[in-house]
């Protein structure tokens, strides 16, 4: 017991490292800013300051392999998937140019706060910069729904992402339930059935 304590331990320490590191070193050395790191895949604790972490349980859940990443948002808070585990979850991949993002950014906004704790909403920003991200998430009213800067792409690389807007759907096991367009209604009727499943 005593040394899968330390094994987990040892993962968040280096995971935690390796994300500090790439944060220091910016888009000049070393890993580019806003990089995406994998997280150890040993089960972990959701991290009780995280905004994304659901209410405490007795047992965390498994984190499936879907989930076993860490990155930063675009505001620059650290972000670990893992906190997400044991519940559906919709990542939004969007651009900041993009029209079609565009209109289904009002949905996301009205929609994510009412299911915050039962489907995250997690949008994953990719093909720009960051000063149009920010731009995006204000002109929009997303700043209650975590975003992931993911300039560098790795999570659009991950889950085979080629197009925005793509929405990748994950029930509470991890497993892909849906990838690709959806529009209001469809994500509205999505996320209702999996708040309720």
Do not use: N
């Amino acid at each position: 017991m005593r040394t899968a304590v330390r094994v987990t331990a040892a993962a968040v320490l280096a995971a935690t490292l390796a994300a500090a590191t790439a944060c220091a070193a910016g888009p000049e050395g070393g890993a580019p800013a806003g990089a995406v790191v994998p997280a150890s895949p040993a089960p972990a604790s959701p991290a009780s300051g995280s905004p994304s972490a659901g209410p405490a349980s007795a047992s965390p859940a498994p984190v499936p392999a879907a989930l076993s990443f860490t990155g930063k948002t675009l505001d620059g808070t650290a972000f670990d998937a893992a906190a997400l585990a044991g519940r559906p979850v919709v990542l939004w991949f969007w651009a900041p140019w993009c029209a079609t993002c565009a209109s289904q950014a009002w949905t996301v906004a009205e929609i994510a706060p009412t299911y915050r704790d039962t489907v995250p909403i997690v949008g994953v920003a990719g093909l720009g910069e960051q000063k149009a991200m920010k731009s995006f998430v204000t002109e929009f009213d997303l700043g209650g729904t975590t975003q992931i800067d993911d300039r560098a792409g790795a999570l659009w690389r991950r889950f085979k992402v080629a197009e925005q807007s793509t929405f990748v759907v994950l029930d509470r096991t991890g497993r892909v339930v849906h990838q690709g367009f959806l529009d209001g209604e469809a994500l509205t009727r999505q996320v209702e059935t999996l708040a309720r499943g």
